[in-house]
């Protein structure tokens, strides 16, 4: 079946640094990949998604590349900062109406 | 478009208390999906509609839990009775056929005394 397996967190970091949160999947077929984000009290907001191989998401200065070769779509930001603190998840679905599959979801906190 | 929207946002109860948790989905979406998500198990899928039809619920933990969508613009999903380990927020998304990007409502903090 499909499966999402995602970097352990909590991670902490001070603002300005670089960030990376790994994200590796195993499903059959072509999956569409996604990672939502979730803000303390909110439901969880798709933050980018790609839809084939080598494509490239990105949003709000964050980007992840599609990568079939190590199934992996790993979430990367050149500099955080303390309004990214939140969960984040990354996630899979094969086709229109098929449920998520989501990974474990990854606390991130950024301090000034 | 307001996006989907939830009711209640809080509920605290008692056990042994029936709950019902309600969902309105985005207007012209056509598959509704109702989430648990608890720090122990994380986020979880409970069941999935599409056009208003049951497609999956093979993540409804027990008989204590239902849904149901009697229309394209309302859900329900109602525990009876109640108990502590319910306690959780209850997520509902939608989404349209053709495309794989759900959207969430705000959620409903479930608290069972």
């Known amino acids: 079946g499909n499966s999402v397996t995602q970097m352990e967190g909590p991670v902490t970091l001070s603002e300005e640094a670089f960030l990376t949160i790994n994200c590796t999947y195993t499903a059959t077929g072509y999956p569409s990949l996604f990672w939502y984000v979730q803000y303390p009290g909110e439901g969880l907001q798709l933050l980018l998604k790609a839809t084939k191989a080598d494509d490239k998401g990105s949003n709000k200065g964050f980007e992840a590349t599609y990568r079939k070769e190590t199934t992996s779509f790993h979430l990367e930001k050149g500099s955080v900062q303390v309004s990214d603190s939140a969960v984040y998840f990354c996630a899979l679905s094969r086709f229109g109406n098929e449920k998520l599959t989501f990974g474990t979801g990854t606390r991130l906190t950024i301090i000034p | 478009d307001a996006g989907v929207i939830q009711s209640p946002r809080h509920e605290v109860t008692e056990m042994g208390q029936e709950v019902t948790l309600r969902c309105k989905p985005i207007?012209?979406?056509?598959?509704l999906f109702w989430y648990r998500q608890t720090m122990m198990r994380g986020l979880e899928l409970l069941i999935y509609f599409n056009n208003n039809v049951p497609i999956d619920d093979s993540g409804m933990p027990e008989d204590r839990f239902s849904a149901k969508m009697p229309n394209a613009s309302f859900s329900t999903l109602k525990i009876q009775p109640s108990e502590p380990r319910d306690s959780a927020v209850y997520f509902c998304a939608t989404n349209t056929d053709g495309s794989n990007e759900q959207f969430f409502g705000p959620g409903t903090r479930l608290t069972v005394l």
């Open positions: 207007s012209g979406h056509n598959s």
